[in-house]
């Protein structure tokens, strides 16, 4: 069965650094893409960073030269670099790998089971 698992996380002092990492196994179909999303209180969940096999980034604008996102293809691990962080950036962050296709009724295999990243002082 298809599993994506993060790790990474916790506390960390404004403008300090975290890196969070997942991993996707199981999956029947090649892994085209992987992305980090997040999610605050109060807020609806966005996506944070993308990267596609090719090594295509993209970035939403509030993350954009702070954040790196980078995989590694032969492992279908995704990381999450993430430099001077701000309160505002405390959520909870998921990750999701889109595979070529998504197999019928497994959709939401395919995203990890999120990890608290707090920035406070």
């Known amino acids: 069965q298809v599993q994506v698992v993060q790790s990474g996380g916790g506390l960390v002092q404004p403008g300090g650094s975290l890196t969070l990492s997942c991993t996707a196994s199981g999956s029947i179909f090649r892994i085209v893409g992987m992305d980090w999303y997040r999610q605050a209180p109060g807020k609806e969940r966005e996506l944070v960073a993308s990267i596609a096999s090719g090594g295509i980034t993209n970035y939403a604008d509030s993350v954009k030269g702070r954040f790196t996102i980078s995989r590694d293809n032969a492992k279908d691990t995704v990381y999450l670099k993430m430099n001077h962080l701000k309160p505002e950036d405390t959520a909870v962050y998921y990750c999701?790998?889109?595979?070529?296709?998504?197999?019928?009724?497994?959709?939401?295999?395919?995203w990890g089971q999120g990890t608290q990243v707090t920035v406070s002082s």
């Open positions: 999701n790998a889109k595979p070529q296709l998504v197999p019928r009724g497994e959709s939401s295999l395919y």
